[in-house]
């Protein structure tokens, strides 16, 4: 069973300018939704900001991460990504659009919209890892206390490896929908969901915030624009890791599609790093172990 979350207590979009990439293509005014638990700048506590999974899904899966306010006084904050969610839709973005310095630009200004850039800690669940590492990496932030990378993976090679291999044990009718991808939406929909009961969240039937985390992109009325895009192609950031430096939580489950290959990377690339990995959990140790698991954040963020 998993226990009720905390309303927030504040929620609503904030606007994003966008510069646009590089070349200067994009650029627009766009927003973003934001859900808050707590204060972020009234607090004796660093405040949290979670990133969620995908690329192209959305925060309400992540609600079990208000227990850090409502248990500990920790502020979180959790959003939807561009694209996805509450926040600004853009089908008909081309695929160069969604590059991952349109997130961290994204990220960047939540944070400075919320005036927390002097002090904030992040949290990246699977996509949202590979998110918060690079901008870790890539921007230097010097308010940047504390990094947790919660179910992620340091390559895409190593991701792609660790589902083709999980997903020998399943019917070959799972398989072939996993493989058909989008090219046949109710198809891979119907087997994602067997393969994540198995290696996803193993509660039953799932979260409501879950199953609704999976319809916003994969449903009948989902977008799976971001999710589409080849956001990821081809992705490591394995030499890059030596280049991060604040105090690091590396967390997988023990029959995670994060297997323990995917994440070592991690423990053995970052200086100042921790990695626990969860027993009786799959993809989603904060739904499975729920309260050790925000016990163990708790621990880690003071």
């Known amino acids: 069973m998993t226990s009720a979350s905390s309303p927030p207590t504040k929620a609503g979009a904030i606007n994003f300018k966008y510069l646009g990439n590089e070349n200067g293509e994009f650029a627009g005014e766009y927003s973003t939704y934001v859900k808050q638990f707590g204060d972020p700048k009234d607090s004796a506590r660093t405040p949290l900001i979670v990133l969620h999974g995908g690329p192209g899904l959305v925060h309400d899966y992540l609600a079990p991460f208000s227990d850090l306010y409502t248990k500990f006084g920790t502020p979180i904050i959790l959003y939807d990504q561009l694209g996805n969610g509450l926040s600004t839709h853009l089908k008909d973005m081309p695929s160069r659009f969604w590059k991952i310095d349109l997130f961290i630009d994204e990220l960047v200004n939540i944070i400075n919209t919320l005036g927390i850039k002097d002090s904030f800690a992040l949290a990246g669940h699977s996509w949202g890892g590979i998110l918060a590492a690079e901008f870790a990496i890539r921007r230097h932030p010097q308010g940047l206390k504390h990094l947790i990378l919660t179910d992620s993976l340091a390559s895409s090679a190593l991701w792609n490896q660790s589902n083709a291999q999980l997903m020998q044990a399943f019917p070959i009718a799972v398989q072939e929908g996993l493989k058909s991808g989008m090219k046949d939406p109710h198809k891979f929909f119907a087997a994602l969901k067997e393969f994540h009961a198995v290696h996803g969240c193993t509660i039953k039937p799932f979260p409501p915030e879950y199953l609704h985390t999976l319809e916003q992109v994969f449903g009948p009325d989902g977008d799976p624009t971001v999710a589409a895009a080849p956001v990821l192609n081809n992705w490591t950031i394995i030499n890059e890791l030596p280049r991060i430096q604040v105090p ?9 599609i994060s297997q323990d290959f995917v994440v070592k990377p991690f423990f053995d690339g970052i200086a100042k790093v921790k990695w626990v990995t ?21 621990d880690f963020l003071n």
């Open 248 to 256: 690091t939580f590396v967390i997988n489950g023990r029959n995670d």
């Open 278 to 298: 969860f027993e009786k959990s799959t993809h989603s140790p904060f739904f499975e172990e729920r309260e050790r698991y925000m016990g163990l954040i708790n």
